[in-house]
């Protein structure tokens, strides 16, 4: 199996957390500050160059105002 990462269900994880982003109405300035951290964290994160991992998945879902099964079920990933 090749790395997720590099996958198109990686990219359908990746399209649904910049959708989420939009959906709350937030840029990627005001989440990295809601997440104690740079815009460029959230440009990474949303663009694959970084991975994210679980707990701040959870944290992202919490920032946007989402379940984390709700998230799920939007990237059609449940």
Known sequence: MKKSRFTSRYNQFLAALRQ???DAGLTQTQVGKKFG???S??????????RVDVIELAEFCRI???ALNEFLERANLH
């Open 64 to 66: 946007y105002g989402l």
């Open 20 to 22: 989420a982003r939009k």
């Open 41 to 50: 964290f959230v440009s990474k994160c949303e663009s694959g160059e970084r």
């Open 37 to 39: 951290a740079h815009a």
